[in-house]
């Protein structure tokens, strides 16, 4: 069983700095992909940023140059750095690890339960 497990959310003040952690536990041999994605109310789930195991990374336009993603292979954790926040990322945010190898699977795609952002202007 694969667990992910969000921490770092909360309110915020717009233009703050918030860090978003997230770990994958359980019997892992290895995680390609890690990454954020966010749902607002009333809007569909979008990808924020991804990660590689060989750090090849991927933004959103929205969020490029502001958020950096990162992650430590050896923790199976993954970061997400958000400066200059805006009220219009206000969002729950969800980590996802794709390309899980396990005992059972190679190709495992896990979800957190979500880490909640509200940016006040």
């Known amino acids: 069983q694969v667990r992910l497990v969000e921490s770092g959310g909360g309110l915020v003040q717009a233009g703050g700095s918030p860090r978003l952690s997230c770990a994958a536990s359980?019997?892992?041999?290895?995680?390609?992909?890690m990454g954020w994605y966010r749902q607002a109310p009333g809007k569909q789930r979008e990808l924020v940023a991804t990660i590689t195991s060989g750090g090849s990374t991927n933004y959103a336009v929205s969020v490029k140059g502001r958020f950096t993603v990162s992650r430590d292979n050896a923790k199976n954790t993954v970061y997400l750095q958000m400066n200059s926040l805006k009220p219009e990322d206000t969002a729950m945010y969800y980590c996802n690890a794709n390309g899980v190898r396990t005992p059972l699977t190679s190709r495992g795609d896990y979800w957190g339960q979500g880490t909640q952002v509200t940016v006040a202007s």
């Open positions: 359980g019997s892992i041999y290895g995680i390609n992909a």
